[in-house]
């Protein structure tokens, strides 16, 4: 065999890798293709034995029967739940975040502590939260589970923006101090615009995390306040049609996610990493 | 000037009350919902409130004697580490292998890493849902697959034959958050020193080498917390095993968050639950202060 | 778009080959290639009379220091230096031995234990240089190792690395951007530009004999004084003549090829220390009286550097340290005219 020059040997190694990725990506995929399939087909196509790898053709029946039972407004409550919850949560906590960095409140142990708070198992302390929620009868309200998401989001927003906001050099607010903004002015201009991608990305996490949580919103809520989850595992029991619902809701749930991560992608690494590199 | 522990400098103006004012709110939250729920469980606990009576005298360690008896809870326990046992190595070793081989620069890479991240974004009830119909006996793809290759049909219950239940979980569980390991160890890799490697490179260093004495140290501190977290998410896994067995069959895959709702939501053992809580608080503030301290020797 | 064009070198064995240039210039680039941690799209790199084009750097026999020390954190000392000899196999006695030589030729022998963020930069760069003796390659490659250094250790180390190469005896190629350190480390110096080789050749050869009004002006400290002038040839007299006026003869070696460059624009190159103080008793041969008054005066201890206007531009002088003058006052210079160079302004090329 003639030996390979480097530049052969590397266009070759690039070719391998494009295979591998490409063969990798659409195994990973693979479910989720299917799932979308599952969305499209008809009752028979989906119990069709050997199962088909095509729908015959593309039709929306699935999402039409969600839309016409109404099962659709567990999307719109997700929404409304995780959409306020993430906001509350934002910015409370990157206030919080901001105290901590900027001027070391409360300390190491504060620090500590908060992040302890993301370690906690949500089943330890669902059962005792739905005490206290029947107790004050804020089961199945949107208050009650927007608060919730809100708690359990806080300390991982604290972490994360803390350690974005650390990374703003000192001297842009110092400057802006001593051109006569007060601290919130500063905060506003210097603060929120520089730490614009560690807010998105953020952002999104706190978002999803609130979307995706299945435990608090099965325990807490009953029927006013379905969620998307929740709806998604009403359809589980073993009955035919409910598999086209399945899918059909899944897909219609993961949408919203899906665009948000999309766009934010550019930010999406630093987010995953949850501040393990920095720090 | 002052700086805190990480090295940062602080803000020299330092308006008194305006940084607890800032604090405030957000901690105020969390202590409602974080803190006063486990004092309360700590007060049920050692009270004897059931589904039938609610008596709120204190009982002392009557609920927590009885965790030593309760045979199904240790069951529970072993279920989830051997979930996390499993699971873990492989979602960090699968994920070690896609970073490499997307840590040289390739045109296209973002869409990959796009499309990669898909399955951790999804709620965990869709990637069990999802999976589920993938292993479904009479039409997932999964048994058709299997069927090809072993050249006759082949009937598969994944969510029900015992020995193929924990394979199915760990199969949905690897891939959902393999992706999240990829992301993790992509940034770690990529922050690897380049001249100590090409150094190594010039020294004549094989593969292993550098990758034991230059690679695996310098991302350490990475794979610690990855392993931290995902552990600790593993310890707590709920939403797959409810979409694709609901802990069964039987109590099979039950794990400790599974037990706890049997114990609490449908038994409303409120007491006992309340004292299993505890211990699984206790637990994991014992697993994790040992691995944060080993962390920090590590550093 | 092309790092690198056109470029024709050869370093002879033994020889310390400098690569120097401005950044950008592709030095490093340039070095890179040779190491083979850059890929070459044209051209041939032969190293010991092989050429090396498709092998992995592993197998060019070389070794390299990097600018940033590229040490493995870690790994004790010992094991830094040793890291290549355990790559290849060796047996411990033989890595005990070239490690323990290494360190006491470099001085680092009471460190082999530590672990390289205990060290200051001086002793990380002489491990970083120990790891490349052990293996005793055939050629050495230096990438701006010093520029990470103060500037007393800069010093300091210079001397290490010229004393290193008398004692080795190997060829090496050595990076940077100062100019002092390619004057004093190399027995050939080659300047890059761009992607392309400026001029190459000996130190002194470079100084005195630029190719380019580039190479004069990038060897030299402080920079030449460039003047704007033009030809004036009447006959058999060679002179220019400055935009204010003054008439400078060139000496007849000058002037080879002035035929038919009457009123060509040129720029006179001449260095600051060929602008001395003129005396009252006649100049020697070549060297021309010029009156300037003195704009700018900076003592240094050792010189004083006069800058004055002639010719329309600030031109620096390197005078003694006593002569120190009132400013304002008007000097007698005395411009060598010897070791003067002249610039086609078009083609940037000494004539």
Not at chain 3, 64 to 82: D, K, R, S, W
Request: hydrophobic content about 50%; charged content about 15%; aromatic content about 10%.
């Amino acid at each position: 065999m003639t030996a390979l020059t480097r530049r052969q040997r590397r266009a070759l190694t690039l070719a391998m890798r494009y295979l591998i990725a490409v063969a990798v990506t659409l195994l990973f995929l693979f479910p989720v293709y299917w799932l979308f399939m599952i969305s499209f087909k008809t009752p028979e196509e989906i119990f069709h034995v050997p199962p088909l790898w095509l729908p015959g053709q593309i039709q929306f029946n699935n999402y039409w029967v969600l839309f016409k039972d109404g099962d659709v407004v567990a999307i719109l409550n997700s929404l409304i739940v995780a959409g306020t919850s993430s906001v509350i949560a934002m910015v409370l906590g990157t206030f919080c975040a901001y105290s901590l960095a900027r001027f070391n409140t409360g300390g190491e142990n504060l620090a500590m502590w908060i992040i302890s708070q993301r370690m906690i198992p949500p089943m330890a302390v669902v059962f005792p939260i739905f005490l206290i929620y029947v107790h004050f009868g804020m089961v199945d309200t949107f208050s009650g589970l927007i608060l919730l998401y809100t708690a359990f989001n806080l300390p991982y927003v604290i972490w994360m923006m803390r350690g974005y906001i650390a990374d703003i050099p000192l001297e842009l607010e110092e400057s802006a101090l001593v051109d006569g903004c007060t601290r919130w002015q500063v905060i506003w201009k210097v603060v929120f615009p520089m730490a614009r991608s560690g807010l998105m990305a953020t952002a999104v996490f706190t978002f999803v995390f609130a979307w995706n949580d299945f435990l608090f919103a099965l325990i807490l809520t009953r029927t006013e306040v379905i969620t998307f989850p929740v709806q998604l595992t009403h359809y589980m029991g073993g009955q035919s049609n409910f598999w086209a619902k399945i899918a059909a809701m899944s897909v219609l749930g993961t949408l919203p996610i899906f665009v948000a991560v999309t766009i934010m992608q550019r930010y999406l690494v630093r987010g995953i990493s949850l501040g393990a590199v920095k720090g | 000037m002052s700086t805190d522990t990480y090295g940062h400098r602080l803000s020299v103006f330092s308006d008194r009350n305006f940084k607890y004012l800032m604090v405030a709110p957000g901690i105020l939250i969390l202590l409602l919902v974080g803190i006063f729920p486990l004092i309360y469980s700590l007060v049920v606990s050692f009270q004897n409130i059931t589904m039938t009576d609610v008596d709120t005298s204190f009982q002392g360690l009557l609920n927590y004697k009885q965790l030593f008896r309760d045979a199904r809870l240790w069951q529970a326990l072993g279920h989830t580490a051997l979930i996390t046992a499993i699971a873990l190595p492989l979602e960090l070793v699968l994920g070690f292998l896609l970073a490499q081989l997307f840590l040289e620069r390739m045109p296209g890479r973002q869409i990959f890493v796009a499309l990669l991240v898909l399955p951790t974004v999804l709620s965990p009830i869709v990637a069990g849902a999802t999976w589920r119909l993938m292993f479904d006996v009479r039409f997932g793809p999964i048994g058709q697959i299997v069927s090809y290759f072993a050249g006759e049909p082949v009937t598969l219950l994944w969510t029900v034959n015992p020995s193929l239940v924990y394979p199915a979980i760990i199969i949905c569980e690897v891939w959902q958050w393999t992706p999240f390991m990829f992301l993790l160890l992509l940034a770690a890799l990529s922050n690897v020193d380049q001249s100590q490697l090409e150094a190594a490179e010039l020294d004549g260093a094989s593969y292993w080498r550098v990758l034991r004495q230059i690679i695996m140290p310098a991302i350490k501190p990475v794979v610690a917390i990855a392993v931290l977290i995902r552990g600790l998410d593993l310890f707590r896994i709920f939403d797959i095993i409810w979409a694709l067995t609901e802990g069964g069959p039987g109590s099979m895959t039950e794990t400790i968050s599974l037990y706890t709702y049997v114990i609490g939501f449908t038994q409303f053992d409120t007491s006992y639950t309340a004292a299993v809580a505890f211990l699984v608080v206790a637990l994991l503030s014992v697993i994790v202060t040992l691995v944060l301290r080993r962390m920090e020797l590590v550093k | 778009m092309h790092a690198l064009k056109g470029i024709d070198l050869t370093i002879a064995d033994g020889e310390f080959a400098v690569f120097v240039g401005p950044s950008g210039c592709g030095k490093s680039t340039l070095l890179r290639t040779i190491a083979g941690l850059e890929d070459v799209d044209a051209g041939e790199i032969a190293i010991g009379g092989g050429v090396v084009n498709d092998m992995r750097p592993r197998d060019r026999n070389i070794a390299m220091v990097f600018q940033n020390y590229a040490l493995y954190p870690y790994l004790t000392v010992f094991e830094n230096i040793a890291f290549g000899l355990r790559a290849r196999k060796f047996a411990d006695s033989e890595i005990s031995k070239r490690v323990g030589d290494a360190a006491s030729m470099l001085g680092i022998t009471a460190l082999l234990d530590r672990f390289p963020r205990q060290l200051s930069g001086g002793q990380r760069q002489r491990v970083a240089i120990g790891r490349a003796i052990v293996r005793q390659a055939q050629l050495f490659l230096f990438d701006e190792p010093l520029s990470n250094l103060d500037a007393k250790l800069r010093d300091e180390m210079r001397s290490e690395i010229k004393r290193l190469h008398k004692n080795i005896a190997t060829t090496m190629i050595y990076v940077t951007h100062d100019q002092v350190e390619a004057m004093t480390l190399a027995d050939r110096i080659v300047l890059l530009r761009d992607g392309r080789i400026e001029q190459q050749g000996s130190p002194l050869d470079l100084f005195e004999r630029p190719a380019t009004g580039f190479v004069a002006g990038f060897l030299g400290s402080p920079t030449i004084n460039l003047i704007p002038a033009v030809m004036d040839v009447r006959g058999n007299s060679v002179a220019v003549r400055l935009t204010s006026g003054e008439m400078l003869e060139l000496p007849a070696d000058k002037v080879q090829s002035a035929a038919g460059s009457n009123g060509k624009k040129v720029i006179l190159g001449i260095r600051p220390q060929h602008l001395t103080r003129a005396g009252r008793a006649a100049l020697p041969k070549g060297q021309i009286r010029v009156k300037a008054v003195a704009d700018l005066i900076q003592p240094t201890g050792t010189r004083t550097y006069v800058t004055s206007r002639i010719g329309d531009v600030a031109v620096t002088a390197e005078l003694g340290a006593h002569d120190v003058h009132e400013q304002g006052a008007t000097l007698d210079y005395a411009v060598d005219m010897n070791r003067c160079v002249l610039i086609d302004p078009q083609t940037d090329k000494v004539l």
